[in-house]
Each structure stands twice: as structure tokens, then as C-alpha cells.
């Protein structure tokens, strides 16, 4: 078996890297990515010392580069993950959205199609779906109205995706999860900013009133999910996948837990500056993916934010070497104005 796995040095590309390299031991697999602010190969170093995988850097929107990919190889699946995806970077500025996540996906696709792959997994997200009251929850049937920029390019990406399939009958499937967390997230997100800066004893950044609500889900609970979609899933078909009800959490409560984790004072959380046209909401309602693929999260949002912050205590060099160069610019233009100190 033969797969390809866009977006491999990043977050959750890379996290699905190692799950694969667990569970599915036969499978090749390449890895493209761009190796962007985001990506870092250290985060699968250990599994490209094997012989089961191969790394190519390149931008999946450049159809040259992407081309020779898809002629030294004949895969049999595809998992895209390479995606821009934070954001308050979208906000600052939306053209790399663009190019990376709808046209980078539509030059997958039309690669994909003509070299005979017979899964492409798309992954998404349930921020296509927009906001959420304080009630009710996402289904696949919901209609998309992303807010941010980001949402709005990977709500394009998912209707290119499903296009390909109702035009070509070309074999996709599309999932859309809640809001990550574990080992190798970019320190631009919650829950990697806020522990990394904890350790450091600088100010976690909450944005308006702290009462927005994400619904947590550990990272190898998602991979899981991908798995089982790529294998059992139905082509054509759209998946949300989710935290347990339990880890649908207030992000004020979140940052307090994570705070008394790390034995840390609360008062190193500042309230600052809102995030222009911040979801209150996500949530998702995942019985289509019980239902069909026997697929829950298995991992208690307690247990893993245990273990994610021990990860991050434990390895400090990966992070603060991140938090150097291109991050500094970055924090500074997202937070310069809106803390203290
Ligand atoms: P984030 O990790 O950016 O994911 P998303 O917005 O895609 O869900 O943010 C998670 C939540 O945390 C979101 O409600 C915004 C909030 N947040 C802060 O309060 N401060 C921050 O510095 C960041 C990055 C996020």
C-alpha cells in the first residue's frame, strides 16, 4: 500500500505519521511538504530513519513539482493535510489561504485523478461550518458559513473536493474535526501558546471574555478517525469527527486547567483585545462516524492534557527554537498592541 501525506511535518500531518508508522507498519508512505513556518522535519525524524518512509519538499500548489511526486509513485491513498490554518494569520493577510488550501487542493486533485488513487481523504475542519450558540452541534448536513479567512479557503477546498467527486465520481472523502491538541502543535495555537508562554512565565493572551467554547480532541484520537475513514468511510461522504462532550470546554476554564497543571498563578492570564469576528462556538455531532465506523475518541480530554503538558515541559528545545526568528515578528504584529507587557 502506497500512501502519499500532504502537510506530513506539520502538526497533525506528523502526529499521522507516527500513528501510521504504529498501526499500519506495511504501509509506504511519502511525505510532501513545504516546509513553511509551520512544518518541521524534526517532528518525524525518528520515522524517517526507517525504510517506510520517503520525504519531498514541495508546494502542493506548484503542478510541476507535485506531478513528478505523483510519476515516481503509484499511491493507492491519499491523506491531505497540508493546509495554511491559523486564524489570526488569516486575518492578517489571506492570499497564502488561497493559494495553499483551494488551489493547492484542486492541483492534488487533478494529479490524483489522473493517476488512478483510489482514496483521497481530505481533512478539514468544523470551522467551514461558522458559529455555534450556546447551543446545538455541527452535522455534516449543516450549511457552511465560515467567518475567517481561513475557514472560508477550507470550506472552498471541501466543496472543490466533493465537486470532484459528483463531476469525476473520483473517490474522495472529506472530514471535518474539532480543535487539536497534543505533541508538535505550532506554538501560534491555544493550547501550545499557552503552556509554552506558562513555562516561560510570560502573560497567556485571552482574547474578549474567555468564554468562547472548543471542543477538544487528542490528536491520536483523530488520526484514528482518519484510518478508519480512509478504510471503511464511504466515497463521496463527509465525516465530522470530535471531542468527547466532556472536553466541549470554555477557553477561559481551559487556560486555568493548564495553569494548575503546571503548578502556575492564575494572574498570568491577561484578558486583551478581541479576535475580529471570533466564533463563540464549535461543536460537533460525530454519530454518522459511530455509526459507520465504529469511531469514538477514546482518550479523555483530562488525561491527554496531562500528558500534552508534561510533552511540552519535557521538550522545551523543540519549542523555544520555534519561538525564535519569523515567531517573534509574528507575535509581535498579533500581540504587540493588545498586551501589557
Ligand atoms: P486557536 O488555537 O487559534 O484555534 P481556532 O480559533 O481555530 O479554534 O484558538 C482556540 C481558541 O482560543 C479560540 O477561541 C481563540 C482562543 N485564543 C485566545 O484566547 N488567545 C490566543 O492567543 C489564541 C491563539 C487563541
Redesign the pocket.
Known amino acids: 500500500m502506497n500512501v502519499l501525506i500532504t502537510g506530513g511535518a506539520g502538526f497533525i500531518g506528523s502526529n499521522l505519521v507516527h500513528y501510521i508508522s504504529q498501526f499500519r507498519p506495511n504501509w509506504n508512505m511519502t511525505v510532501v511538504d513545504l516546509l513553511t513556518y509551520a512544518g518541521n522535519l524534526q517532528n518525524i525524524s525518528s520515522v524517517l530513519e526507517g525504510p517506510k518512509c520517503k520525504f519531498v519538499r514541495a508546494d502542493i500548489a506548484d503542478s510541476a513539482a507535485m506531478s513528478k511526486v505523483f510519476s515516481s509513485t503509484r499511491f493507492d491513498l491519499v491523506f491531505h493535510l497540508a493546509a495554511e490554518s491559523?486564524?489570526?494569520r488569516s486575518i492578517m493577510g489571506a492570499s497564502a489561504f488561497v493559494r495553499t488550501n483551494v488551489l493547492g487542493t484542486q492541483t492534488l486533485l487533478d494529479l490524483a485523478r489522473s493517476s488512478d488513487v483510489q482514496r483521497f481523504v481530505h481533512v478539514s475542519t468544523d470551522?467551514v461550518y461558522g458559529s455555534l450558540g450556546r447551543e446545538g452541534r455541527f452535522v455534516e448536513t449543516t450549511p457552511l458559513d465560515p467567518t475567517s479567512p481561513y475557514a472560508a479557503s477550507k470550506a472552498a477546498s471541501d466543496l472543490m473536493v466533493l465537486a470532484c467527486y459528483k463531476t469525476h465520481r473520483f473517490p474522495v472523502l472529506v472530514t471535518r474535526c474539532t480543535?487539536n491538541y497534543g505533541p508538535y502543535q505550532f506554538p501560534?495555537?491555544?493550547l501550545p501558546?499557552f503552556i509554552s508562554n506558562a513555562l516561560e512565565d510570560k502573560k497567556l493572551?485571552?482574547?474578549g471574555d474567555g468564554t468562547?467554547v472548543?471542543s477538544w480532541i487528542h490528536v491520536n484520537d483523530h488520526c484514528e478517525g482518519l484510518l478508519r475513514v480512509a478504510e471503511k468511510g464511504r466515497e463521496g461522504e463527509v465525516y465530522n469527527l470530535g471531542g468527547e462532550e466532556a472536553a466541549e470546554l470554555e477557553?477561559r476554564y481551559v487556560a486555568e486547567l493548564l495553569l494548575q497543571a503546571l503548578k502556575k498563578p492564575k494572574e498570568l492570564i491577561e484578558f486583551v483585545k478581541d479576535?475580529p469576528a471570533?466564533d463563540l462556538r464549535y461543536a460537533v455531532d460525530c454519530s454518522k462516524a459511530q455509526r459507520e465506523l465504529g469511531w469514538m475518541p477514546a482518550i479523555s480530554f483530562e488525561e491527554g492534557l496531562q500528558e500534552t503538558v508534561k510533552w511540552y515541559s519535557e521538550n522545551r528545545v523543540w519549542w523555544e527554537a520555534i519561538k525564535s526568528g519569523e515567531y517573534l515578528s509574528y507575535y509581535q504584529e498579533n500581540y504587540g498592541e493588545r498586551l501589557s507587557s
Do not use: A, G, M, S
Request: charged share 35%; net charge neutral.
Open positions: 491559523h486564524v489570526d470551522e480543535n501560534e495555537k491555544f501558546l493572551p485571552l482574547y468562547n472548543r477557553n479576535r471570533h
